[in-house]
């Protein structure tokens, strides 16, 4: 019976060691995995940035962002002022100088 016990304790650590190696090996890919997913994040936030800012740059220097153009300053040709005098402008009608007397009107305001 004493190489009963022996082969049962051979057999609990042969389970062990594939339970330890199994561990081990899926460790090992979820760590692959996740730095494969951190580079394709990676590499997919980079092209949306990159994406974002030639999108902002296109809109502002070829879309409708892009600023109206102010007109240049040109050299133009100002009249000096002349000795003539400016012609003075005519009345078109002439009313009367209000006057301090009071009018028989009873709707004008009265001065006091």
Not at 77 to 105: I, K, M, Q, Y
Request: glycine residues 8%.
């Amino acid at each position: 019976m004493a190489t009963g016990s022996k082969d049962r304790a051979s057999r609990a650590e042969r389970e062990r060691a594939r339970l330890y190696q199994a561990r081990q090996s899926f460790h090992e890919g979820q760590q692959r995995r996740r730095r494969r997913d951190n580079l394709i994040a990676g590499v997919a936030g980079g092209l949306l940035i990159a994406g974002i800012v030639a999108a902002q740059t296109a809109y502002f220097t070829v879309g409708p962002g892009v600023p109206e153009p102010a007109p240049s300053p040109t050299q133009t040709s100002v009249p000096s002022p002349t000795d003539a005098p400016a012609p003075e402008p005519t009345p078109l009608e002439t009313t009367p100088a209000p006057s301090s007397e009071p009018s028989g009107d009873p709707s004008a305001p009265a001065d006091q």
